[in-house]
């Protein structure tokens, strides 16, 4: 089974940026979700975008859309997400998550909710402070 791996969560000050990186453990076959969700104390998980399969770039939430972006890199295997212009009510655990055993024909067709994905990792932390 693939496993995820987040990495590049850290503490940033207001106005910051950072990338986060999630690597799956092995190949993705074409036509998978893959998403970034986010839990800030005392708040339910929320999913921020999303991405499928070959593409390159994906699909934001309104709640970050024009601060963050979603997209891979295929050589690595690697889908990144930018986060700029963070706010300290972007502090949260960040997920990667998967959707392992569905085909998707479009990135506008990935789920959007947590019960979407079956496939998650351990999480990596940002803080962002005022």
């Known amino acids: 089974q693939v496993q995820l791996a987040e990495s590049g969560g850290d503490s940033v000050q207001a106005g910051g940026s950072l990338k986060l990186s999630c690597t799956p453990s092995s190949y993705i076959p074409p036509g998978r979700c893959l998403g970034w969700f986010r839990q800030g104390p005392g708040k339910e998980r929320e999913g921020i975008a999303f991405?499928?399969?070959?593409?390159?770039?994906?699909y934001t939430a309104d709640s970050v859309k024009g601060r963050f972006s979603i997209d891979r890199d295929i050589p690595k295997n690697t889908v990144y997400l930018q986060m700029t212009s963070l706010k300290p009510e972007d502090t949260a655990m960040y997920y990667c998550?998967?959707?392992?055993?569905?085909?998707?024909?479009?990135?506008?067709?990935?789920?959007?909710?947590?019960?979407?994905?079956?496939?998650w990792g351990q999480g990596t932390q940002v803080t962002v402070s005022s």
């Open positions: 998550a998967f959707r392992a055993d569905t085909y998707f024909s479009t990135t506008s067709a990935c789920p959007r909710g947590l019960t979407g994905y079956n496939v």
């Open positions: 991405i499928r399969t070959p593409d390159i770039q994906g």
